[in-house]
């Protein structure tokens, strides 16, 4: 589940620099947001 929000999340990051439409800084807000999901999702399959 949250693997996939963070790959939305890139992909529309990604759209966003393609068309040029940021919304100001809210998208690379969302680009942290998904690295942030992706690395805690790895520190806890580390751990198990």
């Known amino acids: ?4 929000v963070a790959v939305v999340l890139l992909v529309l990051w990604l759209l966003g620099l393609v068309s040029s439409f940021t919304l ?6 969302f ?5 942030v999901i992706v690395v805690l999702r790895l ?3 580390s751990r198990i």
Do not use: F, K, S
């Not at 100001?24 to 807000?29: E, N, R, S, V, Y």
């Not at 680009?31 to 690295?35: F, G, I």
């Open 31 to 35: 680009l942290v947001v998904a690295v």
């Open 1 to 4: 589940m949250l693997e996939t």
């Open 43 to 45: 520190l806890q399959r």
């Open 24 to 29: 100001g800084g809210l998208i690379h807000l």
